[in-house]
C-alpha cells in the first residue's frame, strides 16, 4: 500500500506543476500564484480543523518562516521552465538541482544539518544524470536558460523542503504547511499591492479555466506533504526516492505527450539514463551510510 502510495505522490508532483503552469499561461503568473497559495492555504485549515489538531507551542528561528517565500519564487519558475521545456526536461532538472543541493548541504552542514564529508564517488552518478538531461534536450540555443533556471528551480525546492520540515519539528507538520501557505500567500499579495498591478483582466478569464487548473495545483501541494510525511516513515527512503522518481517522469511523459510534445526515443533514453545516475546515488549513500552505523557500533 505504502509502496503504491509513493509512486502516486510522485505523480502529484508533476500534476502540481502542470497544474500551476497551464493556469499561469491561461490567468498569467501572479494571478495563478495568489490562487496557488488561496486554494493550498484553506485545503491544510480545513483538515486542522476537521482534525481538530492543537498547535505546538514551540519557538522556532525566524528564518524557518521563510520557507513560504522560498516556495512563491519555486511555483514562479517553475511554472516558466515547464512552459518552455516540458514536464520530462523540468523534472529531471530538478531533481539534478536537488541532488546539487543535497551535496552542498551534506558538504556544509547548511541550516545546521548533520554534516558530512562529500565523496567523490557521487561525482558519477550526478555526471551520468547531467549525461541523460543533455541528450534529452535538442534545442540549446533557446533553451539553455530555462535550463538552468529548472536547475536553481531544484535547489531552491530543497531548501524550502529544509526549511517546512525543520519548521514541521517544532509545531507540527501540518500547522508548519499551513505557516508555509500562509506566508505565500501574503509575499503574492505583497507584490502585487506594491507593484500596484491590476488583475482585473485575468479574473475575467477565471470562468472560461476548467476547474482543476484553478483548484488542482493548492489540492495537489497539501496532499503531496500529508502523503510524504505519512510514507517516509513506512517504508525505506530508497525505495521511496526510486518510486516518487518513477511515478513523476512517467506522468510527466504522459502529459507530454498530451500537451503536443514529441516523446522521442532520445527523450525517454534520457530519462532511463537521468534514473540510473539517481540510482547511484541512492546506492552510494546507503552504502556509505551502513559503513557509518558500522564504525559506530565498533566504537562502542
Given at each position: 500500500?505504502?509502496?503504491?502510495?509513493?509512486?502516486?505522490?510522485?505523480?502529484?508532483?508533476?500534476?502540481?506543476?502542470?497544474?500551476?503552469?497551464?493556469?499561469?499561461?491561461?490567468?498569467?503568473?501572479?494571478?495563478?500564484?495568489?490562487?496557488?497559495?488561496?486554494?493550498?492555504?484553506?485545503?491544510?485549515?480545513?483538515?486542522?480543523?476537521?482534525?481538530?489538531?492543537?498547535?505546538?507551542?514551540?519557538?522556532?528561528?525566524?528564518?524557518?518562516?521563510?520557507?513560504?517565500?522560498?516556495?512563491?519564487?519555486?511555483?514562479?519558475?517553475n511554472n516558466l521552465c515547464f512552459i518552455q521545456l516540458?514536464?520530462?526536461?523540468?523534472?529531471?532538472?530538478?531533481?539534478?538541482?536537488?541532488?546539487?543541493?543535497?551535496?552542498?548541504?551534506?558538504?556544509?552542514?547548511?541550516?545546521?544539518?548533520?554534516?558530512?564529508?562529500?565523496?567523490?564517488?557521487?561525482?558519477?552518478?550526478?555526471?551520468?544524470?547531467?549525461?541523460?538531461?543533455?541528450?534529452?534536450?535538442?534545442?540549446?540555443?533557446?533553451?539553455?536558460?530555462?535550463?538552468?533556471?529548472?536547475?536553481?528551480?531544484?535547489?531552491?525546492?530543497?531548501?524550502?523542503?529544509?526549511?517546512?520540515?525543520?519548521?514541521?519539528?517544532?509545531?507540527?507538520?501540518?500547522?508548519?504547511?499551513?505557516?508555509?501557505?500562509?506566508?505565500?500567500?501574503?509575499?503574492?499579495?505583497?507584490?502585487?499591492?506594491?507593484?500596484?498591478?491590476?488583475?482585473?483582466?485575468?479574473?475575467?478569464?477565471?470562468?472560461?479555466?476548467?476547474?482543476?487548473?484553478?483548484?488542482?495545483?493548492?489540492?495537489?501541494?497539501?496532499?503531496?506533504?500529508?502523503?510524504?510525511?505519512?510514507?517516509?516513515?513506512?517504508?525505506?527512503?530508497?525505495?521511496?526516492?526510486?518510486?516518487?522518481?518513477?511515478?513523476?517522469?512517467?506522468?510527466?511523459?504522459?502529459?507530454?505527450?498530451?500537451?503536443?510534445?514529441?516523446?522521442?526515443?532520445?527523450?525517454?533514453?534520457?530519462?532511463?539514463?537521468?534514473?540510473?545516475?539517481?540510482?547511484?546515488?541512492?546506492?552510494?549513500?546507503k552504502r556509505n551510510l551502513l559503513k557509518q552505523e558500522?564504525?559506530?557500533?565498533?566504537?562502542?
Amino acid at each position: 500500500m505504502y509502496i503504491i502510495g509513493a509512486g502516486l505522490v510522485g505523480m502529484l508532483v508533476t500534476l502540481m506543476a502542470t497544474f500551476n503552469s497551464q493556469l499561469a499561461v491561461n490567468a498569467g503568473q501572479l494571478l495563478s500564484l495568489l490562487i496557488f497559495h488561496l486554494c493550498g492555504f484553506a485545503c491544510i485549515s480545513l483538515i486542522i480543523m476537521v482534525m481538530q489538531q492543537k498547535s505546538v507551542k514551540k519557538e522556532a528561528p525566524l528564518h524557518l518562516y521563510f520557507g513560504g517565500i522560498v516556495g512563491v519564487l519555486v511555483v514562479y519558475l517553475n511554472n516558466l521552465c515547464f512552459i518552455q521545456l516540458g514536464a520530462s526536461i523540468t523534472l529531471s532538472m530538478i531533481i539534478m538541482g536537488q541532488s546539487i543541493g543535497s551535496v552542498l548541504t551534506d558538504s556544509t552542514g547548511f541550516l545546521n544539518m548533520e554534516k558530512h564529508a562529500f565523496r567523490k564517488n557521487k561525482l558519477a552518478g550526478l555526471s551520468l544524470m547531467l549525461l541523460g538531461i543533455l541528450g534529452m534536450v535538442d534545442q540549446w540555443q533557446l533553451d539553455y536558460i530555462f535550463i538552468l533556471l529548472a536547475l536553481l528551480t531544484g535547489m531552491l525546492v530543497l531548501l524550502s523542503i529544509l526549511l517546512t520540515s525543520q519548521l514541521g519539528l517544532k509545531i507540527g507538520v501540518l500547522k508548519a504547511t499551513q505557516i508555509n501557505y500562509l506566508a505565500g500567500l501574503i509575499t503574492v499579495t505583497a507584490l502585487v499591492i506594491i507593484g500596484n498591478f491590476n488583475l482585473s483582466g485575468s479574473l475575467y478569464t477565471l470562468p472560461e479555466i476548467h476547474p482543476a487548473f484553478i483548484l488542482g495545483g493548492g489540492i495537489c501541494g497539501v496532499l503531496i506533504v500529508i502523503g510524504f510525511n505519512t510514507i517516509v516513515p513506512k517504508i525505506p527512503a530508497l525505495y521511496t526516492t526510486i518510486l516518487m522518481f518513477i511515478g513523476q517522469i512517467l506522468t510527466g511523459l504522459v502529459i507530454d505527450y498530451h500537451m503536443g510534445k514529441t516523446i522521442s526515443a532520445r527523450l525517454i533514453t534520457g530519462c532511463i539514463i537521468v534514473f540510473s545516475g539517481l540510482m547511484i546515488n541512492i546506492y552510494i549513500d546507503k552504502r556509505n551510510l551502513l559503513k557509518q552505523e558500522r564504525s559506530q557500533s565498533l566504537s562502542l
